[in-house]
C-alpha cells in the first residue's frame, strides 16, 4: 500500500513537471531566441504503430493530436528534405520535424497514412523488406508476448502495394533490414548482406531514388563505424538511431538521432514534452523508473528493444 502511494505520489510529481516544462514560459522563450539566431531546433520522430494503445502504439486519436501539435508548431519534412538543408548549411528559422516508422506494420497504411494526409504531414516509413507482405511476426514482439508485455505477436504487414501507394502520395520510404537483424552483433557479412539486399528489394518493388536506413534497436552498440561504412558504401543517403536528441548542425547523417513518440504507455503530456526536447539530458534520466517501478507500465525494455 505504502509502495503503491509512493508511485502514485512520484507519477503526479513527473506530470507536474511536463506541464510546467511545456507551459512555464521557458519553451517559449528558447523558440523565440533560436528563432533570432536562424537556429531553430530540427527534431526527427519515431512510431511504431498506430492502433490498440500498447508501449509501441499510439491510439489513433493521440496520433492525431500529435500530428495536429506538429503541424501548427513545427514545419513538417521527409527526412530527404531535413538531410538536403543540413548539408546545404541551411538552418531554419522556424522548427522542423520530421515523422519516421520503424518496422512496416500495416497499421502505418490503414490508420497513420490517412491521419497524416489529413493533416498535411509527410512521413518516412522504415521497413523491414523481408516482413512486407507476409504474416512472419516479429522475434521483439514475440519476446514481448512471452514476457506479457503485449497481447499479441502477429500484427498484420503492410504490403508492397501499400507502400506503392504511400510513396506516391508522397511518403518516403527507406529501410530497416531484411530481417530485423542487430547491425551492432551480427557478422559483418550478415551486416552487409542486411544492408544492401533490402536496398535492392526497395529499389525493385518501389524503384530508385535516395533512400534512408534505420538501425533496428539503433541503441549505442546497435550502431558500429563498419556498419556505418557498409550503409554508405551501400548507397544510403541518411541513416537514424533511436539515441535521443535534436539534430545538430554538424550531423553526421549517417547517425542522426531521434526521439520516441509512440509510446501509448507515456501520457499525453509526456508525450509532448519528449517531442519539445524532454527525451535527453539530466532531468529525463532522473524521471526514467529505477529498479524497484514497474517497467511494465512505462514499457521501456520493450521499446528501447526495437
Not at 78 to 97: D, F, I, M, S, Y
Not at 272 to 286: D, K, P, Q, S, T
Not at 293 to 305: F, M, P, V, W
Amino acid at each position: 500500500m505504502v509502495r503503491e502511494m509512493a508511485m502514485g505520489v512520484k507519477k503526479a510529481l513527473k506530470q507536474c513537471i511536463f506541464f510546467l516544462y511545456l507551459h512555464s514560459g521557458l519553451l517559449q522563450v528558447r523558440n523565440v531566441w533560436q528563432r533570432v539566431r536562424g537556429q531553430s531546433r530540427m527534431v526527427i520522430l519515431y512510431y511504431h504503430r498506430v492502433g490498440p494503445c500498447d508501449v509501441l502504439s499510439q491510439p489513433v486519436v493521440r496520433f492525431r493530436a500529435d500530428m495536429e501539435y506538429l503541424a501548427r508548431h513545427y514545419e513538417c519534412l521527409t527526412l530527404r528534405e531535413l538531410t538536403r538543408r543540413v548539408q546545404a548549411g541551411q538552418r531554419p528559422k522556424r522548427p522542423v520535424a520530421v515523422v519516421t516508422f520503424d518496422d512496416g506494420y500495416r497499421d502505418n497504411f490503414t490508420n497513420a497514412f490517412a491521419e497524416l494526409k489529413a493533416v498535411g504531414v509527410p512521413g518516412t516509413f522504415f521497413v523491414t523488406t523481408g516482413f512486407i507482405g507476409t504474416d512472419r511476426p516479429f522475434p521483439h514482439d514475440q519476446r514481448a508476448v512471452a514476457a506479457g508485455r503485449a497481447e499479441r505477436a502477429d500484427w498484420p504487414k503492410m504490403t508492397w502495394d501499400d507502400l506503392r501507394q504511400m510513396q506516391a502520395a508522397g511518403m518516403e520510404i527507406g529501410s530497416h533490414t531484411v530481417n530485423h537483424a542487430d547491425m551492432g552483433s551480427a557478422d559483418a557479412a550478415i551486416v552487409e548482406g542486411e544492408i544492401r539486399q533490402s536496398l535492392a528489394v526497395l529499389r525493385r518493388e518501389l524503384g530508385g531514388g535516395d533512400r534512408a536506413f534505420c538501425y533496428p534497436w539503433g541503441g549505442r552498440k546497435n550502431v558500429t563505424s563498419a556498419a556505418a561504412q557498409a550503409i554508405r558504401d551501400a548507397g544510403y543517403y541518411a541513416a537514424v538511431t533511436t539515441r535521443p536528441g535534436v539534430v545538430p548542425d554538424t550531423a553526421d547523417l549517417l547517425d542522426l538521432p531521434r526521439v520516441d513518440a509512440g509510446n501509448g504507455n507515456m501520457t499525453r503530456l509526456a508525450t509532448l514534452a519528449h517531442i519539445e526536447g524532454f527525451g535527453a539530458g539530466w532531468m529525463a534520466r532522473h524521471l526514467r523508473p529505477s529498479s524497484g517501478e514497474s517497467r511494465k507500465s512505462i514499457g521501456l525494455d520493450y521499446a528501447q528493444a526495437t
